[in-house]
Nanobody
């Protein structure tokens, strides 16, 4: 079955950095669009970034320049490098497969303190 397992979340001070990882299994990873989404308390889940199988990327406009998505097909892993973090980046971050998406990870909490 499809599994997406995120890691790398935690507590960081404003201005700091974190790198999230998501390991996928049960899929042909290299064939799939992968994405990161986030959901803050009381907010809708929103797209953070996506990367296609051709390594094309797109980002939420508000995050361009601070966040970078990448993938390592040999490791079935997609990453999200987050720099210059702000308190408003506090959320649960989810890895997801597909344009829909059609599968989600369990999420990893990112908390940015001011």
């Amino acid at each position: 079955q499809v599994q997406l397992v995120e890691s790398g979340g935690g507590l960081v001070q404003a201005g700091g950095s974190l790198r999230l990882s998501c390991v996928a299994s049960g899929i042909i990873f290299s064939d799939n669009v992968m994405g990161w989404y986030r959901q803050a308390p009381g907010q809708r889940r929103e797209l953070v970034a996506r990367i296609t199988r051709s390594y094309n990327t797109n980002y939420a406009d508000s995050l361009k320049g601070r966040f970078t998505i990448s993938r390592d097909n040999a490791k079935n892993t997609v990453y999200l490098q987050m720099n210059s973090l702000k308190p408003e980046d506090t959320a649960v971050y989810y890895c997801a497969k597909g344009w829909g998406p059609d599968y989600w990870g369990q999420g990893t909490q990112v908390t940015v303190s001011s």
